[in-house]
T-cell receptor, first 112, second 114 residues
């Protein structure tokens, strides 16, 4: 049972444009969400997180939006850069924060 | 500051064997978590250790175990290996306990079970 879903396995965006990566979840007990970026042959790198008491969190070019009623979050990267090409994972935590549940990842390719 | 290191980086084992993977956290970090990444299941949380005690655990069978030493270094053991255990095993460290803490991942150990 995949409680965190990233339905787009891949996404291609032109340099300078906006990249939007989506994530849906089914467990209403999730109240904290994180995005990680992963390059080949490296471990994931934390990007940005959001608590369920917020609907938006921004950090430089990265913004995460949370729509609790739709159980949906998205990561916006503006402007996209070639170095952003990587696999992006969303992850979720319940209130007890005892188990981190990941999505299956979206491979982003930023083209010139 | 040196990052999270994992040894070995690559490992080949046969079914039924056991394996021990090692993780050295960033200096000063006291929490270590372990994850399994497979093409089919994605990234899955195994367990978290803090102060030599397992604090949180994912949904894996008892064949998967771990421990943490007083210097925060951690080992993960998988006994009676199965073909499905072939995966990239990642460890991550954070300053303190809790999965909301920013975790820093190592490069992983790629295990192949034949």
């Amino acid at each position: 049972d995949q409680q965190v879903k990233q339905n787009s396995p891949s996404l291609s965006v032109q340099e300078g444009r906006i990249s939007i990566l989506n994530c849906d979840y089914t467990n209403s007990m999730f109240d904290y969400f994180l995005w990680y970026k992963k390059y080949p042959a490296e471990g994931p790198t934390f990007l940005i997180s959001i608590s369920s008491i917020k609907d938006k969190n921004e950090d430089g070019r990265f913004t995460v939006f949370l729509n609790k009623s739709a159980k949906h979050l998205s990561l916006h990267i503006v402007p996209s850069q070639p170095g952003d090409s990587a696999v992006y994972f969303c992850a979720a935590l319940t209130g007890t924060a005892s188990k981190l549940t990941f999505g299956t990842g979206t491979r982003l390719q930023v083209t010139l | 500051k040196a990052g999270v290191t994992q040894t070995p980086r690559y490992l080949i084992k046969t079914r039924g064997q056991q394996v021990t993977l090692s993780c050295s956290p960033i200096s000063g970090h006291r929490s270590v978590s372990w994850y399994q990444q497979t093409p089919g299941q994605g990234l899955q949380f195994l367990f978290e250790y803090f102060s030599e005690t397992q604090r949180n655990k994912g949904n894996f069978p008892g064949r998967f175990s771990g421990r943490q030493f007083s210097n925060s270094r951690s080992e993960m053991n998988v006994s009676t290996l199965e073909l499905g255990d072939s995966a990239l095993y990642l460890c991550a460290s954070s300053l303190t306990m809790g999965l909301k803490e920013t975790q820093y991942f190592g490069p992983g150990t790629r295990l192949l079970v034949l």
